[in-house]
């Protein structure tokens, strides 16, 4: 073999392992490009999540209905709840719409963290202040299925808050030395 045919020999193996280099970088260029894509568009979904969560509550009517709701008095009755008209549609209003957030969190078109930071404390207190006339409402239906779904999320927001705020602790206080 001539120096000339070695040669020719190393250069074809060098063409063709430098091709298949730039093929193996083509590949993992686009799979990383496909996973930040796809970090990118959770991120944006759950941003869009969170905005839509937010205009649909926060109505004149959710405030009004959710100043009430914070109003129960620890030990009032159902059926005190359901003497006064008002506060009887505020409760009902005030269950619906933390029943479909809450199922909306379980099939996970809104994540829990966002509710948990735009509304954990008013999940908290709203179940703290109706858990016993949704107990009562289950009781007189003979069903656990009345506000399955509100009862899961006060639930599931105690037991995997990251929230750095809660119940005693405030936006104002946890984030005080937050920057833009």
């Known amino acids: 073999m001539t120096s000339n045919e070695a040669f020719e020999q190393i250069a074809a193996v060098d063409l063709s392992t430098i091709a298949n280099i730039a093929t193996a970088l083509t590949v993992l260029t686009a799979v ?14 759950e941003e869009r999540a969170a905005f839509v969560a937010v205009q649909a509550i926060l109505t004149p009517a959710w405030m009004q209905s959710m100043t009430l709701v914070q109003a129960i008095s620890e030990g009032t009755t159902a059926s005190q709840i359901e003497a ?12 619906c719409i933390l ?7 379980f099939a996970r078109m809104v994540p829990l963290n966002v509710v948990d930071e ?4 008013t999940v908290r207190i709203a179940w703290r202040n109706l ?3 949704v107990e009562y409402e289950r009781e007189r239906a003979g069903s ?7 009862q899961w999320l006060a639930e599931q927001i105690d037991r995997h808050s990251k929230a750095r705020t809660s119940l005693a602790l405030g936006a104002h206080e946890a984030y005080r030395d937050w920057r833009p």
């Open 32 to 45: 990383v490009f496909g996973l930040i894509e796809m970090r990118r568009a959770r991120q944006e979904r």
């Open 118 to 121: 735009l509304l954990g404390g």
């Open 131 to 133: 858990h016993g006339y």
């Open 99 to 105: 029943e479909s957030l809450g199922y909306a969190v």
């Open 84 to 95: 006064d008209p008002r506060l009887f549609q505020a409760v009902q209003s005030i269950a």
């Open 144 to 150: 656990k299925k009345n506000w399955e779904w509100f």
